[in-house]
């Protein structure tokens, strides 16, 4: 018996070791890899932060976080070349509870058509997140851009799973001191005004290896800005666009029903 049981460990064959598969699932990525997302990424309009982004552009399905010091520091120039993108391609892009109401005659001037931008204005907490989640239940809309000053982490990880079932952009905008707080959102990244009217942009979260160090982006002036304040004030205004109030009468019985069924 010890003589077979000798033999038999003699000619076993070696195990080979598993390998690892060529490519991974999408919210499985290595350490020092990027990862990678099943929709078409948009591009940014910077070459050196497609380089650092995922699939090289803007994720859609996603939720992206860009956190900042106070509103009003230049986001909306910084997503400009994706949003003009967007709405020249007939893509509608959200803008929901902007602190501050753009400047339509230089949104325009970057490139941005404005019969494809919708307002939606709201002041309450629960509304925004209502109105987040339908917009993102929508297949019809190319972008999202929310400004989120409070926001818990379980109303996130709601948003993230409904912007997953989409296939638009979804930016939200958060203070920058939540940086060290946990966030469901796959991707965050920390902005900054830098000299000479730029952006610092700094890559704090992502679907791969830990970035080293900030980004300065050239952020595009639009013409209108420079020209004296009394040929601004003959630009366009949002009446050139959709604006809806989530408090109206007409939507804030829905929004106060919903917002009742949020927990407490």
């Given at each position: 018996?010890?003589?077979?049981?000798?033999?038999?460990?003699?000619?076993?064959?070696?195990?080979?070791?598993?390998?690892?598969?060529?490519?991974?699932?999408?919210?499985?990525?290595?350490?020092?890899?990027?990862?990678?997302?099943?929709?078409?990424?948009?591009?940014?309009?910077?070459?050196?932060?497609?380089?650092?982004?995922?699939?090289?552009?803007?994720?859609?399905?996603?939720?992206?976080?860009?956190?900042?010091?106070?509103?009003?520091?230049?986001?909306?120039?910084?997503?400009?070349?994706?949003?003009?993108?967007?709405?020249?391609?007939?893509?509608?892009?959200?803008?929901?509870?902007?602190?501050?109401?753009?400047?339509?005659?230089?949104?325009?001037?970057?490139?941005?058509?404005?019969?494809?931008?919708?307002?939606?204005?709201?002041?309450?907490?629960?509304?925004?997140?209502?109105?987040?989640?339908?917009?993102?239940?929508?297949?019809?809309f190319g972008a999202l851009l929310c400004w989120l000053p409070q926001a818990r982490t379980d109303h996130l990880r709601r948003l993230q799973l409904a912007a997953a079932g989409g296939e638009g952009l979804s930016f939200v905008f958060?203070?920058?001191?939540?940086?060290d707080t946990s966030s469901p959102a796959p991707l965050r990244i920390a902005c900054q005004p830098a000299a000479a009217g730029r952006m610092s942009v700094e890559l704090i979260k992502r679907r791969g290896p830990i970035h080293a160090?900030?980004?300065?982006?050239?952020?595009?002036?639009?013409?209108?800005?420079?020209?004296?304040?009394?040929?601004?004030?003959?630009?366009?205004?949002?009446?050139?666009?959709?604006?809806?109030?989530?408090?109206?009468?007409?939507?804030?019985?829905?929004?106060?029903?919903?917002?009742?069924?949020?927990?407490?």
């Open positions: 018996m010890a003589a077979a049981l000798h033999l038999s460990r003699s000619f076993a064959l070696p195990v080979a070791a598993p390998e690892h598969p060529s490519t991974l699932p999408d919210a499985v990525w290595r350490a020092d890899q990027m990862g990678s997302y099943r929709s078409t990424p948009v591009p940014s309009g910077y070459q050196a932060l497609d380089r650092e982004l995922p699939n090289g552009g803007w994720p859609p399905s996603v939720l992206i976080e860009l956190l900042m010091a106070q509103p009003g520091i230049g986001e909306l120039r910084l997503l400009a070349p994706a949003l003009a993108r967007l709405t020249q391609a007939d893509k509608t892009v959200i803008l929901l509870g902007p602190p501050h109401i753009p400047y339509p005659a230089a949104l325009e001037d970057l490139g941005i058509r404005l019969k494809k931008l919708i307002l939606i204005e709201t002041d309450k907490p629960a509304d925004r997140i209502w109105a987040i989640e339908q917009t993102l239940k929508s297949a019809s958060r203070p920058l001191n939540t940086q160090a900030p980004l300065i982006l050239p952020l595009a002036i639009p013409e209108i800005l420079r020209q004296p304040l009394t040929h601004r004030m003959s630009g366009k205004t949002f009446s050139d666009t959709s604006t809806y109030a989530v408090d109206r009468p007409t939507l804030a019985a829905t929004a106060a029903r919903r917002r009742a069924t949020l927990p407490a």
